[in-house]
């Protein structure tokens, strides 16, 4: 299990699958919503790769209108639906499916999303990004806030802020 780390749920338990090796720590978490927070006031976020949805349910603890919700695994889709119920977050919405092909038929726009594939898969990351990037799926002056071990993942692109804790770094872009 891992806690909400701010805002209306705070300090509340999320299911975490057993599949995911490393969750996003606390104090990754943490430093990722404070570089963001400025976009969270009724924001649409989506967050790619979910997991548990820890990352999208923090942005909705701290002001965001809605989340969608990315995740293949049975047992993921099955936590995050569990934690938003657990919760009473009515305006999340979960997608069972591949990532990428979900990214390739999504409508809409989102004003943040977060990428946080395997780090074994990084090619994940580029592909989510030109994804999100030449689809319109992010609003104008909307960011993506990627989390991942080692050198930045998307070649061509600069990251528009980098950050490092421990192994885990995290990197926002904007819309170019």
């Given at each position: 299990?891992?806690?909400?780390?701010?805002?209306?749920?705070?300090?509340?338990?999320?299911?975490?699958?057993?599949?995911?090796?490393?969750?996003?720590?606390?104090?990754v978490?943490?430093?990722?919503?404070?570089?963001?927070?400025?976009l969270?006031?009724?924001a649409?976020?989506?967050?790619?790769?979910a997991?548990?949805?820890?990352?999208?349910?923090?942005?909705?603890?701290?002001?965001?209108r809605e989340?969608?919700?990315?995740?293949?695994?049975?047992?993921?889709?099955?936590?995050?639906e569990?934690?938003?119920?657990r919760?009473?977050?009515k305006?999340g919405k979960?997608?069972?499916?591949?990532?990428?092909?979900?990214?390739?038929s999504?409508?809409?726009?989102?004003?943040?999303?977060?990428?946080?594939p395997?780090?074994?898969?990084?090619?994940?990351?580029?592909?989510a990004?030109?994804?999100?990037?030449?689809?319109?799926l992010?609003?104008?002056g909307?960011?993506?806030?990627?989390?991942?071990?080692?050198?930045?993942?998307?070649?061509?692109i600069?990251p528009?802020?980098?950050?490092?804790?421990?192994?885990t770094?995290f990197?926002?872009?904007g819309?170019?």
């Amino acid at each position: 299990m891992i806690r909400v780390g701010g805002g209306k749920y705070r300090g509340r338990e999320l299911l975490v699958p057993s599949y995911l090796e490393v969750p996003t720590k606390e104090v990754v978490r943490m430093a990722m919503m404070n570089s963001v927070q400025f976009l969270l006031p009724d924001a649409s976020v989506l967050d790619v790769f979910a997991g548990s949805g820890a990352l999208g349910i923090e942005a909705i603890s701290r002001g965001a209108r809605e989340a969608t919700f990315l995740e293949m695994e049975p047992e993921g889709v099955w936590a995050i639906e569990e934690n938003l119920r657990r919760l009473g977050i009515k305006d999340g919405k979960v997608i069972q499916g591949d990532a990428l092909e979900s990214l390739a038929s999504l409508e809409g726009s989102f004003r943040l999303v977060f990428v946080d594939p395997p780090y074994k898969e990084r090619g994940l990351y580029e592909k989510a990004c030109r994804l999100l990037l030449s689809r319109g799926l992010l609003e104008d002056g909307g960011r993506i806030l990627l989390e991942y071990e080692g050198d930045f993942p998307v070649p061509g692109i600069s990251p528009l802020r980098e950050k490092r804790h421990g192994r885990t770094s995290f990197a926002i872009i904007g819309r170019i």
